[in-house]
């Protein structure tokens, strides 16, 4: 079936160190692709994303490109911040026309000072 | 803010009962999404409507069921509720125009059932 893996976590890293949050996806046809955010105590707003392959989707310093090859959207930031701290959620969207997007696990980072 | 407002934000109630959730999407937003999210399921969809019909369902139990009025707003009704039903319920809302593919989210209503 449709499907998105993330990396486990909870991860934890030192400001300023670089960040890679894994997720692959499992798909019939070709889904577009997204990086959702949670902060605390709020909804997911989304963070960025990329609607084919090599597609390069980039927002607040964070990226993740479309890996037809390798079924993979990894995020990645170069140098993290102590607000950078939250849940990731990356997703795919199985239909076109239809917006129903199918979730990862999330990854929960703790940015430490 | 996401312009999505889901009330109430905290429901705390027991077995066997039933609760009602509230979403008014943002304005214009003819799609409704029902999210469902808890520590070991993670987000799971359980329903879309799309000006006032149903458009795709997923996880849904038949003990849930939602609806969408003719102003747009739509609700959640979870009935018999059990211990497992304890979650976080986000609604979300989508445009029209453009397949961004871009959900607006709510930031959730938590349920409690003791």
């Known amino acids: 079936g449709n499907s998105v893996t993330q990396m486990e976590g909870p991860v934890t890293l030192s400001e300023e160190a670089f960040l890679t949050i894994n997720c692959t996806y499992t798909a019939t046809g070709y889904p577009s692709l997204f990086w959702y955010v949670q902060y605390p105590g709020e909804g997911l707003q989304l963070l960025l994303k990329a609607t084919k392959a090599d597609d390069k989707g980039s927002n607040k310093g964070f990226e993740a490109t479309y890996r037809k090859e390798t079924t993979s959207f990894h995020l990645e930031k170069g140098s993290v911040q102590v607000s950078d701290s939250a849940v990731y959620f990356c997703a795919l969207r199985l239909i076109q026309g239809a917006q129903k997007l199918v979730f990862g696990q999330g990854t929960r980072l703790t940015i430490n000072p | 803010d996401s312009g999505v407002t889901q009330t109430p934000k905290h429901l705390i109630t027991a077995t066997g009962q039933r609760v009602t959730l509230r979403c008014s999407p943002r304005s214009g937003d003819l799609s409704v999404y029902w999210y469902q999210q808890s520590l070991d399921q993670g987000l799971q969809f359980l329903i879309q409507?799309?000006?006032?019909?149903?458009?795709a369902k997923g996880n849904i139990l038949e003990r849930f069921s939602a609806q969408q009025f003719p102003d747009l707003h739509s609700e959640l009704n979870l009935s018999s509720l059990e211990l497992g039903d304890s979650a976080l319920y986000f609604c979300?809302?989508?445009?029209?125009?453009?397949?961004?593919?871009?959900?607006?989210f709510g930031e959730g209503s938590r349920l409690t059932v003791l």
């Open positions: 979300a809302s989508s445009g029209v125009s453009g397949n961004t593919g871009e959900l607006f």
């Open positions: 409507y799309y000006n006032g019909e149903e458009r």
